[in-house]
């Protein structure tokens, strides 16, 4: 009745975990760099992933394939430039999640080029990697609060409009989870799916 699939599971967790604290601490580490200190005394400037993990959001990774992470504080007021710089720690995490799958279909493809790719499990491994970044990636652009796509829209708003959406977060909720549970984040994520996977062989075969 239950196909759920042990090896499958098990290989998708580094590749989970990966995902979840590379994205986090890009976030805290840009911020860090910026002149931020809440990440670091927050206890977010860390690769250890137990300070990353939401355990909704990761569950939801497992099972639907994205998800989503604990939110970073950050203190705007702490950078020199507030629009610029929130604007760089918005996008650090799904530039991150980017670097991390193109770095895994590479050695991916390295690897197999090599005949050296003989493994099954360091195959699943390593496209559970590709795949669970780049939907993370995608997920986490989407413009809804408290996703870094609504933080990246916002950094063009006047305050004043910021805070009105703020104060209807339980809307932006609303909506959240609406889309999750329709098809239309399907339609959403996997054409752009195949369209990162489509630019990372293309940049590869120019590589080699």
């Not at 042990?6 to 002149?35: D, K, N, Q, S």
């Not at 799958?101 to 499990?121: E, H, P, Q, R, V």
């Not at 609406?178 to 990372?200: D, E, G, V």
Request: net charge neutral; aromatic share 12%; charged share 10%.
């Amino acid at each position: 009745m239950f196909n759920f699939d042990i090896m499958g599971f098990l290989a998708g967790v580094p590749a989970l975990i990966l995902a979840i604290a590379g994205h986090e601490y890009a976030h805290a580490r840009m911020a860090t760099w910026l002149g931020d200190p809440t990440p670091r005394l927050a206890g977010r400037l860390t690769l250890n992933p137990m300070a990353h993990i939401d355990a909704v959001g990761a569950l939801a990774m497992f099972l639907i394939g994205f998800g989503w992470a604990r939110p970073v504080p950050i203190n705007i007021a702490a950078f020199k430039d507030r629009r610029t710089d929130e604007l760089l720690v918005a996008l650090s995490g799904p530039t991150s999640n980017v670097i991390m799958a193109f770095i895994a279909y590479c050695l991916m493809i390295g690897l197999d080029a090599a005949n050296l790719l003989t493994s099954d499990a360091l195959y699943t491994v390593l496209r559970l990697i590709v795949l669970y970044n780049i939907n993370f990636a995608i997920f986490n652009m989407l413009p809804i609060p408290p996703l870094d796509g609504s933080s990246i829209i916002m950094t063009f708003m006047p305050w004043q409009m910021r805070v009105q959406i703020y104060q209807f977060g339980w809307v932006s909720m609303f909506v959240f989870l609406l889309l999750l549970n329709s098809p239309i984040m399907s339609a959403i994520m996997y054409p752009l799916q195949r369209t990162i996977l489509s630019a990372f062989q293309a940049i590869v075969q120019l590589i080699i």
